[in-house]
């Protein structure tokens, strides 16, 4: 092992972790807006090509829980190296893909590389910082993963408009190669972390593999398939379920874990872990609901209405900072509080849109609650890693970050099954209305015949277009009150966990810097 530079400005090291988890990070959004082009060119329907997204999510996962024992038994630069070269070399091939088989390959190689990238970043980023600066270091982090995948569908639809999906994975390349060159040069494995010939826990990957991948297929594939009416789901959620508890007793009985739960007996890290799964949650379901109901309801092209998402992204990248420098300064339990408080009342605000909501009814609420996601996660990461002692590291940044993403998997599958049941109830609730006896709803009906036969249709055409016509209303109105009251469901859940910051201990101030470069 080559012997530690202890001069390098950790601020250059931060750099050089960040190009390679923004690409990762991005890598999970960008491509939802390239599936009906991908779909298009590659002769496949819309429905398969979603595997495209859901392969690389299933491979990201898997990987993620185990990335603390890859780094044990690998070295952390070297594993760091082989994940951004791997990365780097799967976005390449996925980019030349000639078919939806090969594509769906290549995503699993992106996903498996790529799922160490994030706790890796993580961990090595909060070892070159010295404990009070540690605030600093998860602002600067959080930047790539709050605003990347907000960045993700816009950088997406302009991409595929303007040049092809492809260029989707081709943009990874220079990133890449600028983040191998980065970390060959300013990152070194820390004299404590070395590299260790362990029992390798076949027993632990294999259960892990097959209970996290069958979990996410389960939540990505879940309302596709109508849950538990598909034989398949029913199949993957029992596998998963029962995988996963004997995964745990397995773990917690082994010498030599793949994933050492044991972490979770630290109270701070174990209510941390469970708040950014509230967070990711929250979210990542709000993040897929918006630019939906912009798109369905308000009429928005598919890029108009990723830039019309930007300004929660603008938001995190003002505020993160300057949330940074506040973690060091003032209670980080304190600025997670007001965090929640403003996410939470900043998606009660989204529950008051209408269909005649314009472009700043919707800029304003965003915004704030961009400032306020930066307000929670980075107080969240610091107060919640800070127990941590250093060897332990790498495995804990790897549970925090799967389950951010398991939070994240389950908030987007809960919020589409709920938008697609409670829009049908309501469409029923609200139809039972519209009858020949109702004033209003007769009165409607009649202007629109009329309207129909001014412009040219007979009595009977115009009689089944009126018909539709206000049925088309009343599904419009009752997707909007769904919308509403998912939205209006995230707040209160922001604001009903904020009793659980009093559970996690104040991080200690200043002490040694981390000797980690």
Known sequence: MSEEPRHINPWIIAISVMF??????????????????IAGNLSATIDEATWVLTSYLVANAIILPMTGWLASMFGRKRLLMMSVVGFTTASF??????????????????????????????????????????????????????????????????????????????????????????????????SYLRTESRRVDYWGIGMLAVGI?????????????????????????????????????????????????????????????????????????????????????????????????????????????????????????????????????????????????????????????GAGMSLLFVPLTTVAMDPIPRERMGNATSLFNLMRNIGGSIGIATTGTLLARHSQATTSMLGAHVTPYDTAGQLTFNQMRNAFIAAGSDPVTATSRAYAAIFGMVQRHATMVSFVGIFQMLGLLFLAIIPLVLLMKRPKRGGAPAAAH
């Not at 959004?29 to 009906?36: A, K, R």
């Not at 009416?229 to 010498?255: C, G, K, P, Q, R």
């Not at 598919?302 to 209670?331: E, H, N, Y």
Request: hydrophobic share 50%; with cysteine; net charge negative.
């Open 213 to 369: 991948g069958a979990l996410q297929i389960v939540l990505d594939k879940g309302q596709e398939e109508d849950w538990f009416s598909s034989n398949l789901i029913i199949v993957l959620a029992i596998l998963s379920a029962v995988t996963l508890i004997a995964l745990v007793f397995h773990e917690l009985t082994t010498d030599d874990p793949v994933v050492d739960l044991r972490v979770f007996k630290i109270r701070s890290y174990a209510v941390g872990v469970f708040l950014m799964t509230v967070v990711g949650f929250v979210l990542y379901g709000s993040m897929v609901l918006l630019p939906v109901m912009l798109q369905t309801l308000l009429g928005y092209p598919s890029l108009q209405a990723g830039i019309a998402m930007a300004p929660r992204g603008v938001g995190s990248f003002f505020m993160m900072p300057l949330t940074g420098l506040m973690t060091g300064k003032f209670d980080p339990r304190k600025l997670l509080t007001s965090g929640l408080i403003i996410g939470g009342l900043t998606l009660l605000w989204l529950s008051t849109l209408n269909l005649q909501a314009g472009y700043w009814d919707i800029f304003w609420p965003q915004l704030i609650q």
């Open 93 to 190: 091939l996925c980019g030349l893909a000639p078919t939806l088989g090969s594509l769906i390959f290549f995503r699993v190689l992106q996903g498996a590389t790529g799922g160490a990238l994030q706790p890796l970043s993580q961990a090595v980023l909060l070892e070159a910082f010295p404990p009070h600066d540690r605030g600093k270091a998860m602002g600067f982090w959080g930047l790539g993963i709050v605003v990347a995948p907000i960045l993700g569908p816009v950088l997406g639809g302009y991409l595929t408009d303007s040049y092809s999906w492809r260029w989707v994975f081709y943009i990874n390349i220079p990133i890449g190669i600028a983040s191998i060159v980065m970390t060959k040069l300013f990152i070194f494995d820390p």
């Open 20 to 37: 390679s988890t923004f690409m990762e990070v991005l890598d999970t959004t960008v491509v939802n807006v390239s599936l009906p082009h």
